[in-house]
């Protein structure tokens, strides 16, 4: 049970983290966050990332291109702040990460590769 109670709140402090991470760095406010969590692997679901100017902007591939691109590098510049803020709520390294958007649905995914212990 006790096991059960802190995935729990890991899985909570991880949503904060990312929520905080995608404003702050990133320029969005995600409308919901899920957040799956494994003992190498986390995966979080983003939905409602884009702006509406971007949903009428990816009506095109060469826009949604544009703006996957656009996305995979902030993130890349910016990751390891959330990966220190990961960090300190798994006590465990992230040895790789990456960031996905679909701008024509303005939802996205972040995965995140913890160490083995």
């Given amino acids: 049970m006790e096991e059960q109670k802190t995935r729990k709140e890991e899985t909570s402090r991880i949503a904060d983290v990312v929520n905080s991470y995608c404003h702050d760095q990133m320029g969005m ?22 702006h509406p100017a971007e949903l009428n ?10 703006l996957q ?4 590098e902030l993130f890349d510049v910016s990751k390891s702040i959330l990966h220190s803020s990961v ?5 465990k390294t992230v040895i790789h990460s990456f960031f996905t ?5 303005g939802n996205a995914v972040i995965v995140l590769f913890l160490e083995k212990i």
Avoid at 69 to 72: A, D, E
Avoid at 87 to 91: A, T
Avoid at 101 to 105: E, S
């Fill in 87 to 91: 960090h300190r709520i798994m006590d």
């Fill in 29 to 50: 406010s995600p409308k919901k966050i899920s957040v799956d969590i494994h003992d190498q692997l986390i995966t979080v679901t983003l939905e409602g990332v884009s």
């Fill in 101 to 105: 958007v679909d701008p024509k649905y």
């Fill in 57 to 66: 902007l990816a009506k095109e591939q060469l826009s949604r291109s544009m």
């Fill in 69 to 72: 691109k656009i996305y995979s």
